[in-house]
């Protein structure tokens, strides 16, 4: 079983940054894809990143150019690097880890864009 840990989130103006971490209960070496999603108020949850033995990657097209994900196997970690944050961007993300034909989720951590 994995756990994973989100942190990172917060509040910031538009056009802001802000990078999110996800840490690891375990090796990430064998665990692919890892990746990010997001779930607004009122929205279904939304593939952000995803990310597959550290070079692979897919972005949804509302963040592509903007968002980037990374992976530091050594760390057991994954990040999403957001740059020029929208209010549309305002939701709650979620780290997910696949192994083994499971999907594990973090917590979540909460991402506000405002003004």
């Known amino acids: 079983q994995v756990q994973l840990v989100e942190s990172g989130g917060g509040l910031v103006q538009p056009g802001g940054s802000l990078r999110l971490s996800c840490v690891a209960s375990?090796?990430?070496?064998?665990?692919?894809?890892m990746g990010w999603y997001r779930q607004a108020p009122g929205k279904q949850r939304e593939l952000v990143a995803t990310i597959k033995r550290g070079v692979v990657t897919n972005y949804a097209d509302s963040v592509k150019g903007r968002f980037t994900i990374s992976r530091d196997n050594a760390k057991a970690a994954v990040y999403l690097q957001m740059n020029s944050l929208k209010p549309e961007d305002t939701a709650v993300y979620y780290c997910?880890?696949?192994?083994?034909?499971?999907?594990?989720w973090g917590q979540g951590t909460q991402v506000t864009v405002s003004s």
């Open positions: 375990t090796t990430i070496t064998s665990i692919n894809p």
């Open positions: 997910t880890a696949d192994q083994r034909g499971l999907t594990y």
